[in-house]
């Protein structure tokens, strides 16, 4: 049902194949929540010219995204799956059960693509009850700036030029790192830009409890923890000798560390992700 005041598209309406059938030729996303529009973001910014469409429940965020990215937004599943060269699944985990029960009486195409956090590729499969070839990738928000990672990894026998598809499209958001299925959750409760930002709040926050105003605060934190990994990210010198460089014995960076750790500064990041990975695990059975 076409929601009511809207403009599907701005596009031309998709050109058939000679039998009269929508051609399928789009990267079609089903959900178009946060990670959809941080990947759109990057992808427009790095001039992927494959045909775009867009499925949600949710006619303003259609509306959205196809004012901010000039994608085709298409509020019909089955319109939009009908386009699909590729699918690529982007709603919550807890989501992702219902709305392959809702696509297992139409035509898929063979390759889709899941973005949900701790959903398995068995779960997938059985789920949509259809010869669908999955893979999964982790992404994050960061892909916007095309300065992110996505983990991959691909159920067996998936078709090795799809597999360079895959790649390609998520290789205009940032790097690409194919890891094995049994690692995902590992790389999801590490990989999150949160960590980041939660260091940086976590920084500033106790450099203003010494006195130093906000902005202030906020620069020296930001550059403390962008500065040194991005010289590590790019040069060749191990972490352990960039620390050596940064912290002398007995000054004041290796004080502050070595309190840290006191303080079980790795014990509670460790907890962290333990308590990711169990949250991770939760998402398996939908
Ligand atoms: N956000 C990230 O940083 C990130 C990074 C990597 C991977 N992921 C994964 O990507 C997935 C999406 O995350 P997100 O943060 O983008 O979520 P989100 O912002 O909640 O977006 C999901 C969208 O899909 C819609 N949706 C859910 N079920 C639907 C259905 N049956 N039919 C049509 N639309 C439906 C949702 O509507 P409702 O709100 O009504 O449900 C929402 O608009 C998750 O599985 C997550 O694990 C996210």
Known sequence: MKAAGMTVARKPPPKRSLDGAPRKNATVFLGGGRITGALLAGLRLAGYDRPIVVHDRHPGKLRQLNRQYGVTVEPNLRRALERAHF????????????????????????????????????????WMGQPVHWARAMPS???????????????????????????DLFVRVGSVLEISENKFDAFTVTYSSSHGYHALAALAGAAEELGLDRKTALAAAAHALADGILAWREGNISLNDLLREAATPGGIAATTMTSMDKSGYKRIVQRGLRAGMSRARGNADG
């Not at 928000?141 to 991959?152: E, I, K, Q, Y």
Request: aromatic share 2%.
């Open 87 to 126: 699918l690529i699944l982007a709603v919550r985990p807890d989501s992702v059960r219902e709305l392959l029960k809702q696509t297992k009486e139409i035509p898929h195409p063979e390759i889709a693509v899941s973005l949900a956090a701790g959903v398995r590729l068995a779960n997938l499969r059985a």
């Open 141 to 167: 928000p960061v892909g916007r700036s095309g300065r992110g990672l996505t983990a991959v990894t691909f159920e067996r026998n998936f078709p090795a030029a799809a597999r360079r598809e895959v790649r």
